[in-house]
């Protein structure tokens, strides 16, 4: 019976021991912070590291669900943190500072000139741009190699990330997230106490930016004769030289928090071709606006900016920046909107900004492919954690070497097309000179006429044939009679002749050596080409030829093989009245050419002939001759 009694009172010490080690397990407890990012922000965390660093420790009472329970005192990692707030008049000069530390004296007050860190970041609104500016100083002084600060790191494999912090404490966490665009983005700091779980959501956001042209389609309602218009974005269009292209920039305004200054800078690259254009007629508009996602048409216009609240310029793009002598190959367009970090608010925060301006198709536009293109890209703050004063001449924009964000580069291109003829004999094809040709059409704004001209020159590389042409082979026994002159050089020059924009347009130009004449700078459209003056020997073509050319640009403009398709049907009547249709394609560099043919004339027959007219004119005349004589000698 004893050893039973001893038995139970062992087996009861053990019991006891164990639910002491259980109670023990249960007051232990797991501190942990969640990172996830704002519901409404675009961003990926996912290969992204995060930082925990404890500012304060914590301790608090039982009930942890009141603030007042809730005791900190500095770590170890920041005991030497100071942190100075500056107060500045209307001037930027410094009128007042004071210093917030934890730093104490062998007494254990805070010594003297400063005052108690941890009241000062008490006192603090959340969220509020001086947190803010305190986590930036915080955070800096912790990335210091030289204050040794502890740090715990846990990299994000999927969209939220979990760090286990281990113990209690004010945490200030930072880390980095990417955009949509695959581009990388600074969180702003975020502090929070973890008591004994909490979550942060990654103060990080980005803006991104869309470039498009604007297509406008007018349509007139045959019964009621009312006019309406639409427009279309697209990615490419075609148009003719003296067209005005207008562009749209679609971007929003991004979340904002923790930044004191935010830069949003425009740069728009426009080829040789196209020259920007900024009157009372096609303006710079910049507005900020909510959109119907589900009509994607303007609902509310809630800003449009003014001249003074951003800046425009504009400068050449030189083939060799470094080199003031280099070929100007565009123009580079940036606007940069003026005091951005204003628009920090619920009124703005996710509207759509849009950006509209215009640009002409000038005299340098490339005929066909690769096109006239259009690049635009945004330059935005990435660092809430990095503080800036911007470009002393434009504080808007950043100090030169500054990095800051980038989104990719957005493309659109304005393509343009052209008519060449060769005038051929229609038996040989024989390339024939002398023909003259004018084209009107129904999209033409402005025509560059081109041609071969020849100027005699010792370092030429033609020689004149007698039938008018020129040729690069050089005469021999057997050819010389061919030639005008087997000594005689000449050099090709192309000369360039412009029909100005009018309304109606009548363009007439006179092939070249070889049979060639370019209309260039013409649209999609239909258009008339009249023979005005035949090659000599030959007859003319009397109706217009009729051409109609469409046009199917590139889906994605960014593809190496991006090209504008041209296809086009030519219908008329040949110089002996015989009906004709071509019609084909130019998918190589976007000009349209096809051949028109002349056959030679013919004297026509006659009967009678003008030599016996002459004859019976002529015996007619002796007949008078004769009677007037005798009457004469009568008299006598």
């Avoid at 004010?170 to 779980?197: E, I, M, Q, R």
């Avoid at 470039?211 to 990615?235: A, F, H, P, R």
């Avoid at 030639?483 to 192309?494: F, L, R």
């Avoid at 889906?555 to 296809?567: C, F, I, L, M, Y």
Wanted: glycine share 6%; charged share 25%.
């Amino acid at each position: 019976m004893r050893k039973m009694k001893k038995f139970a009172s062992l087996i009861l010490a053990v019991i006891m021991v164990l639910s002491m080690t259980v109670a023990a397990f249960a007051e232990e407890t797991e501190y942990k912070i969640t990172v996830e990012p704002q519901e409404s922000s675009k961003i990926s965390l996912t290969g992204n590291t995060y930082y925990a660093y404890k500012l304060f420790d914590v301790t608090y009472a039982s009930d942890k669900t009141k603030e007042l329970g809730y005791a900190y005192t500095i770590a170890n990692g920041f005991k030497n943190f100071e942190y100075v707030v500056e107060e500045k008049n209307e001037q930027g000069e410094v009128t007042n500072s004071t210093t917030y530390s934890e730093k104490r004296d062998a007494t254990g007050h805070i010594i003297e000139g400063h005052l108690s860190l941890i009241e000062y970041v008490g006192s603090l609104d959340k969220d509020s741009d001086a947190l803010n500016k305190f986590a930036e100083e915080a955070l800096a002084y912790a990335q210091n190699k030289v204050n040794n600060v502890p740090v715990i790191e846990k990299k994000a494999t999927e969209s939220s990330v979990v760090i286990d912090v281990g113990e209690p404490g004010y945490y200030l966490v930072a880390g980095s997230a990417t955009t949509d665009d695959n581009k990388t983005v600074t969180a702003a700091c975020a502090l929070s106490t973890a008591a004994p779980f909490v979550t942060v959501k990654v103060k990080a956001d980005a803006p991104t930016l869309e470039k498009k042209i604007i297509e406008t389609t007018t349509e007139k309602d045959e019964t009621t004769e009312e006019v309406t218009t639409s427009e279309e974005l697209v990615d490419a269009n075609n148009a003719a030289i003296g067209d005005t292209v207008n562009y749209q920039i679609t971007s929003r305004v991004p979340n904002m928090t923790g930044y004191e200054k935010y830069y949003f800078i425009v740069h728009d690259t426009l080829s040789k071709g196209l020259t920007f254009t900024n009157d009372a007629t096609h303006p710079v508009t910049i507005q900020i606006v909510e959109i119907d996602e589900t009509t994607e048409k303007i609902t509310k216009v809630i800003k449009t900016l003014t001249e003074q609240e951003y800046t425009l310029e504009t400068s050449p793009k030189k083939e060799d920046p470094t080199d003031d002598d280099s070929e100007v190959i565009g123009t580079e367009l940036t606007i940069a909107l003026k005091n951005f970090k204003d628009y920090d608010t619920p009124e703005y925060v996710n509207k759509t900004i849009i950006v509209k301006y215009s640009a002409v198709i000038n005299n340098d536009a490339v005929i066909g492919n690769p096109g006239n293109d259009n690049v635009a890209h945004l330059q935005y703050s990435n660092n809430p954690n990095k503080k800036v004063d911007g470009d002393p001449d434009n504080p808007d924009k950043p100090k030169p070497g500054e990095v800051i964000g980038e989104t990719p580069k957005d493309k659109v291109i304005t393509y343009i097309t052209g008519i060449e003829l060769t005038k051929v004999d229609q038996n040989t094809t024989k390339p024939l000179i002398g023909a003259e040709f004018k084209i009107t059409g129904t999209k033409i704004n402005k025509i560059k006429i081109l041609k071969d001209v020849f100027n005699e020159a010792t370092d030429g590389t033609y020689y004149q044939l007698k039938d008018g042409t020129y040729t690069e082979t050089a005469p021999n026994d057997s050819t010389i009679n061919d030639y005008v002159d087997g000594i005689a050089k000449y050099k090709k020059n192309v000369t360039v002749e412009w029909n100005e924009k009018t309304e109606k347009v009548s363009a007439t130009g006179e092939v070249g050596f070889n049979g060639v004449i370019r209309f260039d700078g013409l649209a999609e459209g239909e258009y008339n080409i009249e023979e005005i003056t035949a090659p000599d020997g030959y007859n003319r073509i009397i109706d217009p030829i009729k051409v109609i050319i469409t046009c199917v640009e590139p889906d994605d403009v960014d593809s190496q093989n991006a090209v504008a398709r041209w296809t086009y049907i030519a219908t008329g009547k040949d110089s002996t009245g015989k009906d004709f249709s071509l019609n084909g394609n130019n998918n190589t560099d976007g000009r349209i050419a096809f051949n028109i043919t002349n056959n030679k004339g013919t004297l026509l027959p006659s009967t009678g002939g003008i030599g016996t007219t002459i004859f019976y004119a002529a015996g007619i005349i002796l007949m008078a001759g004769a009677v007037f004589f005798v009457v004469r000698r009568k008299k006598a």
